[in-house]
């Protein structure tokens, strides 16, 4: 058994698990165009479910991820999830239709929901309250580095090997995680603290969680704000390339957006213990609501265009994730708060339903995308807005 890691390295650690999903999703963005081609799809916007199959995935995946983390451990969950996403990377890089290659990215979703749910349980086996957003902002200090250069690594690669050739850096930066957590991460869910995995089990943390105002609520507000990344992630590629006529450069903008608003990190990681999880969560939201519409109505009415345009959109996106990175770490951390003792199964469930259901929400925004970025503003003002209001109503006490 591995020893147990000391802070910088956990927060390291964890930070690559946490962005295996970010990789999977957002080295494929370039790749867009020459998929609908090879692939022989007629309709661009069908390209857009690469992304949504891999999120679905994900989302069902984590009802089994955390409560068989919860009955036999962290670290063989962690260590098959990701063995699952390695294999099904050969599924998809031997993909001769669209249909298939969403049954892959699906079934590879499953596989990687295991980083995403059993690493945040491993954080909160580990440390509770505002010490524990606090851990999970510097993690995704570090993970915002992902998707910031995924989309340049990904661009890179097809250039050289075609777009298959993506799924294989999927398979070297699995190898390099699932080493690194075998061979340095001891176990952090002890025997004593397990719970064995029935389908009861799963019942009864559903309803202590739906007994839970603050979880209740806190999940629905993560529904928005999921559905607001999600659907601009599906609609990128289109937003530069086909608006704003992006072309090669989309990875360059990609990765000055995510650099830059990667800074919201840090800035939650200093004030979210002076000020809390509730108010910066909400702040967010707000500004979130209020800038993508006034930003919308001002393109729809023709007060910006032309050279312009580009460089308004650009810093409408570096605002959509820097407010989100406020509002993630610490929604997720303020519904975890009460539910310590099922942090696995509780986890998994917030991960999957708010996963779910922001799917629901973002494809729909997705699909409307009409050679415009105007339908995805409006989408994600209102989604921040809808998340503003409920949480103005989320307990702020347990």
Same mark, same amino acid.
């Given at each position: 058994m591995g020893k147990r890691l000391a802070l910088p390295e956990f927060i390291l650690l964890t930070a690559l698990l946490f962005s295996l999903i970010a990789f999977g999703t957002d080295a494929m963005l370039p790749a867009f165009g020459e998929m609908a081609a090879d692939l022989n799809?007629?309709?661009?916007?069908?390209? !857009?479910?690469?992304?949504?199959?891999?999120?679905l995935g994900t989302g069902c995946g984590q009802l089994i991820s955390g409560p068989l983390s919860d009955a036999i451990g962290r670290k063989p969950v962690l260590l098959g999830g990701i063995g699952v996403f390695i294999l099904t990377s050969f599924?998809? @890089? &031997?993909? !001769?239709?669209?249909?298939?290659?969403?049954?892959? +990215?699906?079934?590879?979703?499953? &596989?990687?929901?295991a980083p995403r749910t059993v690493g945040m349980a491993m954080v909160r086996d580990l440390y509770? &309250?505002?010490?524990?957003?606090?851990?999970?902002?510097?993690?995704?200090?570090?993970? $915002?580095? $992902?998707?910031?250069?995924?989309?340049?690594?990904?661009?890179?690669?097809?250039?050289?090997?075609?777009?298959?050739?993506?799924?294989?850096?999927?398979?070297?930066?699995?190898?390099?995680? &699932?080493?690194?957590? @075998?061979? +340095?991460?001891?176990?952090?869910?002890?025997?004593?603290? +397990? +719970?064995?995995?029935?389908v009861s089990t799963l019942v009864s943390a559903a309803k202590e969680m739906a007994r839970s105002r603050r979880v209740v609520v806190s999940l629905l507000v993560l529904c928005m704000s999921y559905a607001i990344v999600f659907s601009y992630i599906s609609s990128a590629q289109q937003l530069f390339v086909v608006w704003l006529d992006a072309g090669a450069r989309?990875?360059?903008?990609?990765?000055?957006?995510?650099?830059?608003?990667?800074?919201?990190?840090?800035?939650?990681?200093?004030?979210?213990?002076r000020l809390g999880m509730w108010l910066l969560s909400t702040i967010g939201l707000a500004l979130l609501a209020v800038g993508s519409i006034s930003v919308g109505t001002l393109i729809a009415s023709g007060v910006i265009s032309g050279d312009a345009l580009l460089y308004v959109v650009i810093?409408?996106?570096?605002?959509?994730?820097f407010l989100s990175g406020l509002v993630f770490s610490n929604v997720n951390a303020f519904a975890m708060e009460p539910m310590g003792h099922i942090a696995g199964t509780a986890s998994a469930i917030i991960g999957s339903l708010s996963t779910l259901a922001s799917i629901l929400i973002a494809v729909p925004i997705g699909q409307m995308f009409d050679g415009t970025g105007l339908p995805l503003m409006f989408g994600v003002g209102i989604c921040a807005a809808i998340g503003f209001l409920l949480n103005l109503v989320n307990p702020r006490t347990v």
């Open positions: 799809t007629s309709n661009a916007n069908r390209v !857009q479910l690469v992304v949504a199959a891999f999120v599924w998809a @890089w &031997g993909s !001769q239709s669209l249909e298939m290659l969403l049954l892959a +990215r699906f079934i590879q979703g499953l &596989g990687i929901s509770t &309250g505002r010490q524990m957003a606090r851990v999970v902002s510097l993690a995704m200090m570090m993970f $915002v580095l $992902v998707p910031a250069v995924a989309p340049l690594i990904g661009q890179g690669i097809m250039l050289a090997f075609g777009w298959r050739a993506i799924f294989m850096s999927f398979v070297v930066l699995g190898c390099g995680a &699932g080493l690194w957590l @075998w061979l +340095r991460q001891e176990e952090t869910h002890i025997p004593e603290r +397990r +719970r064995p995995m029935k989309f990875p360059f903008y990609f990765a000055i957006i995510a650099l830059v608003s990667g800074s919201a990190s840090a800035l939650n990681a200093a004030l979210v213990v810093g409408w996106s570096m605002m959509l994730f």
